[in-house]
């Protein structure tokens, strides 16, 4: 059974950062493309960012600067480090597991992250 849970979430103020993690299990991790995606309300799910097995990152634009992402294949877990949160960082963060041949794809339950002073 695949499991995805992220942690970490909750509610910080402008300015402030968070960590979010993800621990993964039932996935031969170190082959997966691990990614963070965030949907606000009344908006569609978006990529934050990616991270390949080799380590190679993707971020978006609207967080590139203040996001990091990474990943400890030991641990089987990723992790989304956000810094200088904005209020319009504000959503349901989810973890994603995609195997970059099979196509095959997991996501976790998601995680509130709300910034608000």
Request: hydrophobic share 30%; charged share 15%.
């Amino acid at each position: 059974q695949v499991q995805l849970v992220e942690s970490g979430g909750g509610l910080v103020q402008p300015g402030g950062s968070l960590r979010l993690s993800c621990a993964t299990s039932g996935i031969i991790f170190s082959n997966y493309v691990m990614g963070w995606y965030r949907q606000a309300p009344g908006k569609q799910r978006e990529l934050v960012a990616t991270i390949a097995k080799g380590g190679n990152t993707n971020i978006a634009d609207s967080v590139k600067g203040r996001f990091s992402v990474s990943r400890d294949n030991a641990k089987n877990t990723v992790y989304l480090q956000m810094n200088s949160l904005k209020p319009e960082d504000t959503a349901v963060y989810y973890c994603n597991a995609q195997h970059p041949i099979w196509g095959t794809g997991y996501w976790g339950q998601g995680t509130q992250v709300t910034v608000s002073s």
